[in-house]
């Protein structure tokens, strides 16, 4: 199962995850892991090849799964999640993609 730590003041990192390319535009996960992410942030957003990118929920994705993009992707472990302050700041800086 899919969980949240604690990686620093900004972040959170999202351990016991497949993290797979695929064709989509956004990085998607399914219904229970964004629920699951919802429980720690407000706006799930990700950390991943140098970038922030917002998470979407789509049914299409397995549990367990976070679908990136093949563009952003580069075999990352793991991801880190933005924590609410951040999250905010990045929203309000125009950096995500």
């Known amino acids: 199962m899919s969980k949240i730590e604690r990686y620093s003041d900004k972040y959170y990192i999202l351990a016991d995850t497949d993290i797979l390319p695929y064709q989509g535009s956004d990085i998607a996960v399914g219904e229970d892991l964004y629920a699951y992410l919802h429980e720690y942030v407000r706006s799930p957003i990700v950390k991943t090849n140098g970038g922030h990118y917002q998470v979407s929920q789509q ?3 397995p549990s367990e799964t976070v679908a990136v993009p093949k563009e ?5 472990e ?5 924590k609410n302050r951040e999250t905010f700041d990045l929203l309000m800086s125009g950096e995500l993609r």
């Open 59 to 61: 049914r299409s994705i």
């Open 72 to 76: 952003y992707y580069d075999d990352p």
């Open 78 to 82: 793991h991801l880190l999640v933005a």
